[in-house]
T-cell receptor, first 111, second 116 residues
């Protein structure tokens, strides 16, 4: 699986938009980009997945430039409950059953 | 649809003992993966089962083993427990088909194992 690099931590305030960028310079043609959210002592929760351009669901948006060497998770109008660790993962379908998690980004949302 | 369930949620054992953790995947999911999460090492892949066969294995000693039953439920066993085995053990399931496309793992709440 391609190695990913994310900021270790980020701070934000309620109501703001948060963008977390992940670098994956060695992404392969068959790789997809997946983001998970994890709260303390809970299992990671799937947020969004994409291959190229832009993907949006009810929770977040994922922006992927043409070269796919990075991706940005966008969380609109965050609340206190969005305080969590966010993981960016890159891999193909063969790797989806053996996910490789990095250190993730610890997002702290303050009032 | 019910999510992934894991039992027990909390467990306390002493060194040298063995432990068995259970995971029930989402209905219809055939692939079950296990992960260990510790503050020092983060989330690490243990192994993955599909159709009762172990298909992928992480870099863990043989004390860690697992199995999957015909109904896709899975168990994980750790023998001769060490202090360093204290961790959150997570199970994840996915609906894997032989097709091109993506797949998504859905995680359970985990079992918190404490080894004294």
């Amino acid at each position: 699986l391609a190695k990913t690099t994310q900021p270790i931590s980020m701070d934000s305030y309620e109501g703001q938009e948060v963008n977390i960028t992940c670098s994956h310079n060695n992404i392969a043609t068959n790789d997809y980009i997946t983001w998970y959210q994890q709260f303390p002592s809970q299992g990671p929760r799937f947020i969004i997945q994409g291959y190229k351009t832009k993907v949006t669901n009810e929770v977040a948006s994922l922006f992927i430039p043409a070269d796919r060497k990075s991706s940005t998770l966008s969380l609109p109008r965050v609340s206190l409950s969005d305080t969590a660790v966010y993981y960016c993962l890159v891999g193909d379908i063969q790797g989806f059953q053996k996910l490789v998690f990095g250190t993730g980004t610890r997002l702290l949302v303050s009032p | 649809k019910a999510g992934v369930t894991q039992t027990p949620r909390y467990l306390i054992k002493t060194r040298g003992q063995q432990v068995t953790l259970s995971c029930s995947p989402i209905s219809g999911h055939r692939s079950v993966s296990w992960y260990q999460q510790t503050p020092g090492q983060g989330l690490q892949f243990l192994f993955e089962y599909f159709s009762e066969t172990q298909r992928n294995k992480g870099n863990f000693p043989g004390r860690f083993s697992g199995r999957q039953f015909s109904n896709s439920r899975s168990e994980m066993n750790v023998s001769t427990l060490e202090l360093g085995d204290s961790a959150l053990y997570l199970c994840a399931s996915s609906f894997l088909l032989d097709r091109e496309g993506t797949d998504t793992q859905y995680f359970g709440p985990g079992t918190r194992l404490t080894v004294l």
